[in-house]
């Protein structure tokens, strides 16, 4: 029923892969010894400086084509430094949507013109951007967007608000999806993808703030801001149909169970040798579910690779597995809550966002940052819904 069209005959990556593991681990820790960056756990931390360093070492736009600025490396190589990067808590968050999201679409979806307009900046860390899905009163019911584009002469006039929308104070543009036709009852119709410069006239952005005053999240309002139609992605009112590709992207890579790994890792350092009966069954738990979650994602990263023979074969195939990329999403982000509360159940100390103590830190990181994990990038009730129409077939 899931995973049926998977290949789980070659989970272990191959040497070139290894290899690169060897590599990323070794530029991580010098940087981290270099004081370039602090571990934050919970949040991909945004760092220019960082993302620069990364894309100088080839490893935005792994797999995009050459012509585009990337490196036609595989897909398994990009898991590899994804997994990385997550278990040493790096600040990729500058490049983390281009490269994981909106690359793959505009290969897939966008004219020459925006191929060549973004993706070179984007594998170079030069071009950094939002996605502007959800909306107040929405929710992860991307298909009640309220969000207009009225056509208008040369391109179309955009009206409406995006909220939890990360890092739009830093990025340079955003995806939006808006609808382009009057609703018909089918709400998934008449729905398009456009994409908005932060910087555009009747653009503004506004913080929303963690209950530690921390800046990730931000509600973005549009007023009557002009697109031209070279900023139209794909084609109009197909805008579902791309991104229902795009959160497959989303939700099945290893950031769906890897956020508190950084945790459950000094929380094995802070039992060590004499931790008790119950102690060694929550960590091996934990380590048995870990290690079942990331042989998911790696069939699936396994199954983008064998799918890209073509610069949108990989999308095509992120489209046909969207309900196994739920179910990642679904037990891995119930994954990352389970790491913290073991850790607070097993350690015995107080949490503090200012402790030198590395497993104290990423506790009080993990706290603030778990109301956040079961929702971004779709609710719990909407994957679990896309679960069960492939169980039970859709609704009369």
């Given at each position: 029923?899931?995973?049926?069209?998977?290949?789980?005959?070659?989970?272990?990556?191959?040497?070139?892969a290894?290899?690169?593991?060897e590599?990323?681990?070794?530029f991580?820790?010098a940087?981290?010894?270099?004081?370039?960056?602090?571990?934050q756990?919970?949040?991909?931390?945004f760092?220019?400086e960082?993302?620069?360093?990364?894309?100088?070492?080839?490893?935005?736009?792994?797999t995009?084509?050459r012509r585009?600025?990337?490196?036609?490396?595989?897909?398994?190589?990009?898991?590899?430094?994804?997994?990385?990067?997550?278990?040493?808590?790096?600040?990729?968050?500058?490049?983390?949507?281009g490269?994981?999201?909106?690359?793959?679409?505009?290969l897939r979806?966008?004219s020459?013109?925006?191929?060549e307009?973004?993706?070179p900046?984007?594998a170079r860390?030069?071009?950094y951007?939002a996605?502007g899905?959800?909306e107040?009163n929405?929710?992860s019911?991307?298909?009640s967007?309220?969000?207009?584009?009225?056509?208008?002469a040369g391109?179309?006039?955009?009206?409406?608000?995006?909220?939890?929308?990360?890092?739009?104070?830093?990025?340079?543009a955003?995806?939006?999806?808006?609808?382009?036709s009057?609703d018909?009852?089918?709400?998934?119709?008449?729905l398009?993808?456009?994409?908005?410069?932060?910087?555009?006239p009747?653009?503004t952005?506004?913080?929303?703030?963690?209950?530690?005053?921390?800046?990730?999240?931000?509600?973005?309002?549009?007023?009557?801001?002009f697109?031209?139609?070279?900023?139209v992605?794909?084609?109009?009112?197909?805008?579902?149909?791309?991104?229902?590709?795009?959160?497959?992207?989303?939700?099945?890579?290893?950031?769906?169970?890897?956020?508190?790994?950084?945790?459950?890792?000094?929380?094995?350092?802070?039992?060590?040798?004499a931790?008790d009966?119950?102690a060694?069954?929550?960590?091996?738990?934990?380590t048995?579910?870990?290690?079942?979650?990331?042989?998911?994602?790696?069939?699936?990263?396994?199954?983008?690779?064998?799918?890209?023979g073509?610069d949108?074969g990989?999308?095509?195939?992120?489209v046909d597995?969207?309900?196994?990329?739920?179910?990642?999403k679904d037990m891995?982000?119930?994954?990352e809550?389970?790491?913290?509360?073991?850790?607070?159940?097993l350690?015995?100390?107080?949490?503090?966002?200012g402790?030198?103590?590395?497993?104290?830190?990423?506790l009080?990181?993990?706290i603030?940052?778990?109301?956040?994990?079961?929702?971004?990038?779709?609710?719990?009730?909407?994957?679990?819904?896309?679960?069960a129409?492939r169980?039970?077939?859709?609704?009369?």
């Amino acid at each position: 029923m899931f995973f049926e069209n998977v290949d789980f005959s070659s989970l272990e990556v191959p040497a070139a892969a290894q290899a690169l593991r060897e590599e990323v681990c070794t530029f991580l820790q010098a940087e981290a010894a270099a004081g370039t960056f602090t571990p934050q756990v919970g949040h991909a931390e945004f760092s220019a400086e960082f993302t620069r360093k990364v894309a100088a070492r080839g490893w935005i736009g792994m797999t995009w084509p050459r012509r585009y600025g990337g490196h036609e490396r595989s897909y398994l190589e990009r898991f590899v430094v994804t997994e990385e990067m997550l278990a040493s808590a790096a600040p990729c968050a500058a490049h983390w949507f281009g490269d994981r999201q909106i690359g793959p679409s505009l290969l897939r979806h966008g004219s020459e013109k925006l191929k060549e307009r973004y993706l070179p900046a984007i594998a170079r860390g030069e071009c950094y951007f939002a996605l502007g899905m959800s909306e107040p009163n929405s929710g992860s019911d991307l298909a009640s967007v309220r969000t207009r584009a009225e056509r208008v002469a040369g391109g179309w006039r955009v009206t409406g608000q995006k909220v939890w929308t990360s890092w739009a104070h830093k990025a340079h543009a955003f995806f939006v999806l808006c609808r382009t036709s009057p609703d018909t009852g089918n709400r998934h119709e008449g729905l398009s993808q456009l994409i908005v410069e932060l910087n555009a006239p009747g653009v503004t952005v506004r913080p929303i703030l963690f209950m530690n005053g921390y800046h990730h999240f931000n509600e973005v309002f549009l007023d009557n801001v002009f697109v031209p139609d070279d900023r139209v992605v794909g084609e109009i009112g197909q805008g579902w149909k791309q991104v229902t590709s795009e959160l497959a992207l989303e939700r099945s890579g290893p950031e769906r169970y890897m956020i508190t790994f950084p945790l459950l890792v000094e929380l094995i350092r802070r039992l060590g040798q004499a931790a008790d009966v119950r102690a060694q069954e929550w960590v091996g738990r934990l380590t048995a579910r870990f290690w079942t979650l990331r042989r998911m994602a790696l069939a699936i990263a396994l199954t983008l690779e064998r799918g890209s023979g073509s610069d949108g074969g990989a999308q095509q195939a992120t489209v046909d597995l969207a309900t196994e990329a739920a179910l990642v999403k679904d037990m891995g982000t119930f994954y990352e809550r389970e790491i913290t509360d073991a850790a607070r159940l097993l350690a015995g100390v107080e949490p503090d966002p200012g402790a030198h103590d590395a497993f104290e830190r990423y506790l009080a990181e993990a706290i603030v940052y778990a109301p956040i994990s079961t929702l971004r990038g779709g609710t719990t009730q909407v994957l679990r819904t896309l679960i069960a129409r492939r169980l039970l077939g859709p609704r009369p």
